[in-house]
């Protein structure tokens, strides 16, 4: 499992994006995970797609790929991440990783 902390600073997500997005890693439909934490539907479609835009990605399955694929084992300081983020998002665009 992708820790929470590491999520948060590698693609500056919100804590509700970084809950939606581990169940969204572990399997779990977004309707699924609605109900899980409590909210509509949409409510966990628009923070889905909030994380996607903050990955530079644009569908479930690319999204879902590319944290697969991210070296998220990364420790240093937050903007030390964020400077590699960037760094690999310009060398390895498939990647799919924001520059924040």
Not at 11 to 33: E, F, Q
Request: net charge positive; no cysteine; aromatic share 4%.
């Amino acid at each position: 499992m992708v820790p929470e902390s590491l999520l948060t600073i590698a693609y500056d997500l919100t804590a509700a994006k970084v809950r939606l997005v581990l169940r969204l890693l572990s399997g779990r439909s977004p309707r699924v995970i609605a109900t899980t934490l409590g909210v509509t539907y949409e409510t966990a479609r628009s923070t889905l797609k909030a994380a996607f835009h903050k990955t530079s990605t644009h569908r479930q399955s690319e999204f879902v790929a590319m944290l697969a694929r991210a070296d998220l084992s990364f420790e240093g300081t937050a903007e030390e991440a964020r400077t590699r983020r960037s760094r690999e998002s310009r060398d390895h665009p498939q990647l799919g990783a924001a520059a924040t």
